[in-house]
């Protein structure tokens, strides 16, 4: 097959749902915190690992023990709660921002009526308060909710891009209602987290392992990596 023809291969969502399930499934879906708490963990965690955000969303609620307890503490005590976080000055008022935001907005915090929207709607309805982008709404929707929104990281459109899901021009934002209406509803998380996986442990942002993914064969992206990584080898010798 010449290079020309393998560019202009297409690779589907449901062929890489299919390849990935093996690799990387099953995945069930489970709330992981309730949407309040979803939206506080996600801005935790926006620039850092998995495992300090974690900590800083543990120590968070150790300190002050309920959502209104936060709302209602000093920005400067947020921020000792959270250091673990990083930019710790910058997530704590937003924080305490958007939890004053949506205590005036509902009364509560209890954001489980968005289950009961149209997908779009609970998607605008979060993007309203100031700080809740595209990708901060859709985590909390699926992972909190179990609604078919599809967060994009920066694996998710790595991966995305290279496989030809989306084209070189999409951005983030852009992706996440692209690739949401490629699977099935019933597949959206799994789909965020076959490809989210796959970007962590093969697809790699320097060095992708394309001798160990499953879609090698077909990926348009392959050839790229190995040209290049036979120049670098060259310039080695």
Known sequence: MSPKAKREQKISAVEAMTSFSTEYGPFVWEPRYEPASELVYTILSQHTSDINSERAFKNLMNTFG?????????????????KSAGLFRVKAPRIKQVLNEIIEEVGSFDLTFLADMPLEDA????KAFDGIGPKTAAIILCFSLGMPAMPVDTHIYRVSQRLGLIGPKVNADQAHDILEPMVDPDDVFAFHLYLINHG?????ALRPRCDSCVLAQRCPSRGTFENTAKKTRSKLR
Not at 123 to 126: S, V
Not at 200 to 204: E, F
């Open 66 to 82: 309920t959502l209104e307890a936060i709302a209602a503490a000093e920005v400067t005590e947020i921020e000792n709660a959270i």
């Open 200 to 204: 962590r442990q093969v697809c790699k």
């Open 123 to 126: 998607k605008a309805w979060l």
